[in-house]
């Protein structure tokens, strides 16, 4: 069993009673920041997992050896999905630019003066993926061997402690996802005219992870009991790349019938859409113990916990920015927008925060 900590998500959804488009200030974020749940940050559920360690002896060289290991998580999704028939009335809050207030595009309402709705729903999908790997040299620091009593009973019991010196290399990669689907559909007017839209935002993001690796480790025996306890840090080089793309599809039924599809979401737009990249310093120190039992002479049971610490990441929501200028955005203004007016918002800077994932480990260990 594995936990990470939960990835920052902007107000995505906000719900309010009443007829008119949903206010930030008086309404409920049902998923995002201000949730007051769960729902405010992405993947903090308990995910499964495992680590594969393997090492040898070289024989020609007592008290040095080779060791690697492989870690990896199963994906983490995350889904929200609301759909409303315009009560309760649903929105999409962003700060507008150009005044300093929020807004919200609205999704599921009552226009003022109309007889029926607006009706549309709100979809966020996240995905997060951990995996990494290390290859050690350890030499043997020094090593005490003895007897002492056992615990239940009068017999002796043999007595052992090492420490081992690790150095290598170890590498690391975060990817992880966010998409936000926003649907608007309008009631039909008398004279037949009504319209479709179907917002689109995608933010992905990757953390990749290289450096060397060092640390020391105690290993400790009596009878068939042992403990081994890790502490190790690496420091290197994260690579952060930031994908950005939107979409927007606005289907006018007519008469007569117009399809219009336009380049632009609502939180990633021509003003912030695109392929960044770049690689800044990170630290990721780990800390991990592991009790055992001898069930046979090479065949060893574990229980064990591991806390691993990452520097210097970057995760979508992060990097949203939710202060827009309505005249950049097709999906608000109902236009192709060529040249993007001042203030250019929303842009995009790279925003920084750091990460960590612990476990519960079970597993068996054996020796030839």
């Known amino acids: 069993m594995w936990w990470q900590n939960g990835a920052y998500l902007p107000p995505m959804a906000v719900t309010g009673s009443g007829t008119g488009i949903p206010n930030l200030a008086t309404g409920t974020v049902l998923y995002g920041d201000g949730a ?9 559920e308990r995910r499964s997992g495992g680590r594969l360690r393997f090492g040898w002896g070289l024989a020609r060289f007592p008290g040095i050896g080779i060791q690697g290991e492989y870690i990896g998580l199963a994906d983490n999704t995350e889904l929200f999905e609301v759909i409303s028939n315009g009560s309760p009335t649903l929105g999409v809050p962003y700060l507008n630019a150009t005044t300093g207030n929020e807004q919200m595009l609205g999704v599921a309402f009552r226009p003022a003066n109309a007889q029926l709705p607006h009706v549309g729903s709100i979809r966020v999908d ?80 990757r953390n990749q992870f290289n450096g060397p690796d060092w640390g020391i480790q105690w290993s400790g025996r009596r009878g068939y009991w042992s403990m081994d306890l890790l502490m190790r840090t690496a420091m290197g080089v994260n690579r952060q790349v930031v994908s950005i793309d939107g979409s927007s599809t606005h289907i006018s039924n007519g008469p007569p019938a117009v399809t219009t599809n336009y380049d632009s979401g609502l939180f990633a737009t021509t003003t912030n859409e695109g392929n960044y990249s770049r ?45 827009l200028n309505p005249a950049n955005i097709p999906a608000i203004i109902n236009r192709n927008v060529t040249t993007p007016t001042n203030p250019r918002k929303p842009n995009f800077d790279f925003v920084e925060s750091d990460y960590w994932v612990q476990g519960l480990s079970l597993g068996m260990d054996y020796r030839w």
């Open 36 to 44: 007051d749940t769960d729902a405010d940050t992405m993947f903090n």
């Open 279 to 323: 690689s800044r310093f990170a630290v990721i120190p780990e800390l991990g113990m592991t009790v055992g039992y001898q069930l046979t002479e090479r065949c060893r049971f574990n229980v064990g916990y591991t806390f691993i610490y990452w520097s210097s990441i970057v995760r979508p929501g992060d990097q949203i920015d939710r202060e």
């Open 126 to 205: 996240g995905t997060s993926s951990f995996e990494g790997g290390s290859f050690h040299f350890n030499r043997l620091l020094c090593c005490n061997t003895s007897c002492a009593p056992a615990w239940w009973g009068c017999e002796s019991v043999p007595v052992q402690s090492k420490w081992l010196g690790l150095l290598g290399y170890r590498y690391l990669q975060l990817d992880e996802s966010l998409s936000m689907q926003f649907n608007v559909n309008s009631p039909a007017s008398p004279n037949g005219l009504n319209f479709s839209q179907t917002t689109l935002d995608q933010f992905t993001t």
